[in-house]
C-alpha cells in the first residue's frame, strides 16, 4: 500500500478561512491533466467549488498544460467535475446555505500511486482580526517552544 503524495495545498485558505468540516472527492481530469498534477503544476490559491445542478464542480484552480502534451491538453482554468455521493453533495448543499459558508480546496493528492484526489473544505471567511489572533498565537507558541529547546541545551 503506497502513502499519498501531496501535490498542492492551499496554505492561504487555512489563514482567511476558518475550516469547519472536510472531506476527500474525486476530479475527473483528462490524460495530460493528470500528469501535469503529478509533476506538481497546479496552483488552488484562488480555487473555489459550487453545487450547480446537484454536481459538485471545482472553480479557478489552475492545472498547467503538460509540456509534453499536443492538441490533447486541455484550459488550465477550466471548471472540473468533482466526485461525491448525492448524498453528501446535499449535505454540503444544506451546509453551504448558511450565510458565510463557502467550499474551498484544501490539498491535492494522488492517492495509492493511481488516483487524484482533493480534499473540499467547508469554511467560514476570517475577519481582520481572527487573523491577527491567529498570527499571534502561533508566534507565541514558536517563542514558547524555541524557549523551551534553549533551556533544554542549558541544563545539559
Request: glycine letters at 6%; aromatic letters at 6%.
Amino acid at each position: 500500500m503506497q502513502e499519498d503524495k501531496t501535490v498542492a495545498q492551499n496554505r492561504k485558505a487555512r489563514h482567511d478561512y476558518t475550516i469547519l468540516s472536510s472531506m476527500e472527492v474525486g476530479l475527473v481530469l483528462f490524460g495530460t491533466e493528470i500528469k501535469s498534477l503529478r509533476a506538481g503544476q497546479v496552483n488552488l490559491k484562488d480555487g473555489y467549488a459550487s453545487i450547480e445542478k446537484g454536481e459538485l464542480w471545482l472553480w479557478n484552480v489552475h492545472i498547467s498544460p503538460y509540456e509534453a502534451g499536443t492538441i490533447y491538453n486541455k484550459d488550465p482554468l477550466r471548471p472540473r467535475k468533482l466526485l461525491a455521493h448525492k448524498l453528501e453533495i446535499l449535505r454540503l448543499q444544506q451546509k453551504i446555505k448558511e450565510k458565510g459558508l463557502t467550499l474551498v480546496p484544501l490539498k491535492i493528492y494522488i492517492k495509492n500511486g493511481k488516483k487524484a484526489k482533493l480534499e473540499l473544505g467547508v469554511a467560514r471567511g476570517k475577519q481582520l482580526q481572527d487573523k491577527r489572533d491567529a498570527m499571534a498565537e502561533r508566534d507565541s507558541k514558536r517563542d514558547i517552544a524555541r524557549a523551551m529547546k534553549q533551556s533544554k541545551s542549558r541544563e545539559f
